[in-house]
């Protein structure tokens, strides 16, 4: 069993580290930030491959984290839960291609729907992005892993200064300025804003809304309401005109969320590519391997991702 370095500690790094740990390697994750302070931490974070183009590997890997982010669901101490809502599409030929990874969904339309809209009914997994990142962190470090916070500047001198074997890059939006041979990597910023649950347990997506992308997520004790999909963005300010449009948006879709208090809002960057990036990359002294360009469906694949990794190294 090999010494592997994974750098970054988003979801994406730590189910990585989760994975390869659990496979009997020795895992030093080296992170800038935290997950807690990570764009991880932003997201809504719902299971369904959004911003990622739907390739047989992101479908793949999408099914491979339902099934586990569902048996994790048993625990509640996990922040996992799986809840039911509709997925609105509003154009005559939605791309339904990712109801194969989904076993409970069904099409949906008529009066209940905003009009002019069909849906999908189905139960995904929601994640509570504060405690599942927190979980997560504790399982990797039951596992032996090390984590240390450090930025990493050059690729070349942490292969050089480390005795591990192979390496990671699962850094986000950080990636392909380390591995230096990617021009295909962007962020879509993407604001929400958090509102005290009235009750809700229902979610709802409606990304072609003609306001703007539109979507609400209860978790346990709050609401995450969005949402922005800026391409090209490295804005990662809070914009209250942009806060003022969602409530607007999401008070119009789902009533009962008028007038809750504001508990929190945040904006953060999707690590998007043209296509999500999950490869041995040559030309370096020891084995890299590449985990990043999740766009906004990092939850989503995480798990399957992981696995993919977990065999690239020990093959
Ligand atoms: C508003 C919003 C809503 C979203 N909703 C969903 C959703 O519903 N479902 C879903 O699946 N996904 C959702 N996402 C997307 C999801 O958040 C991302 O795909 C996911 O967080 C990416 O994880 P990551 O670990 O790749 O990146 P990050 O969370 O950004 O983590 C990157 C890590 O790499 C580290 N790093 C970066 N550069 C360096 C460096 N040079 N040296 C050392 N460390 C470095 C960072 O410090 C950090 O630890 C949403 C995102 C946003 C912004």
């Known amino acids: 069993m090999a010494g592997i370095t994974v750098v970054g500690a988003g979801v994406i790094g730590l189910t990585v580290a989760h994975e390869l740990a659990a496979a009997g390697h020795r895992v030093h994750i080296v992170a800038a930030r935290d997950a807690a302070a990570s764009v991880s931490a932003v997201a809504a974070a719902l299971w369904f491959p959004h911003d990622v183009q739907h390739s047989a590997q992101v479908l793949s890997s999408a099914g491979v984290t339902y099934d586990r982010l569902m048996r994790l669901s048993a625990d509640p101490a996990t922040g ?30 008529g009066s209940r729907l905003p009009a002019g809209a069909s849906g999908v009914r189905c139960t995904v997994p929601v994640v509570v992005t504060g405690v599942y990142l927190g979980w997560l962190r504790s399982a990797v470090v039951a596992l032996g892993v090390r984590l240390s916070t ?54 709802i ?59 929190s809002r945040a904006a953060g960057l999707r690590p998007a590519r043209t296509s999500v990036r999950v490869e041995a990359v040559a030309g370096h002294r020891k084995p890299v391997f590449a985990c990043y360009g999740h766009g906004g469906a990092g939850f989503t ?8 990794v977990t065999r690239l190294v020990g093959a």
């Not at 949402?227 to 999401?250: K, N």
């Open 301 to 308: 694949l995480s798990w399957g991702d992981a696995a993919v």
């Open 80 to 109: 996992v839960r799986m809840r039911s809502g509709t997925v609105l599409a509003r154009r005559p030929d939605p791309d339904l291609s990712w109801t194969s990874a989904v076993p409970d969904h069904q099409r949906v339309s």
């Open 150 to 203: 450090a930025p990493v500047t050059s690729l070349a001198e942490l292969i050089d200064g480390s005795g591990s074997d192979a390496f990671v890059v699962a850094a986000g939006l950080g990636s392909a300025a380390l591995l230096g041979d990617d021009d295909q990597a962007y962020p879509i910023r993407g604001q929400v804003v958090r509102l005290a649950n009235p009750g809700l347990t229902e979610w």
């Open 205 to 263: 997506t409606d990304d072609d809304n003609p306001q703007g992308l539109t979507y609400v997520v209860p978790r346990d004790q709050d609401v995450v309401c969005g949402g922005t999909g800026d391409v090209g963005s490295w804005d990662e300010a809070v914009h209250p005109q942009v806060e003022a449009a969602i409530l607007e948006r999401v008070g119009a879709l789902v009533p009962a969320l008028r007038g809750q208090p504001v508990l």
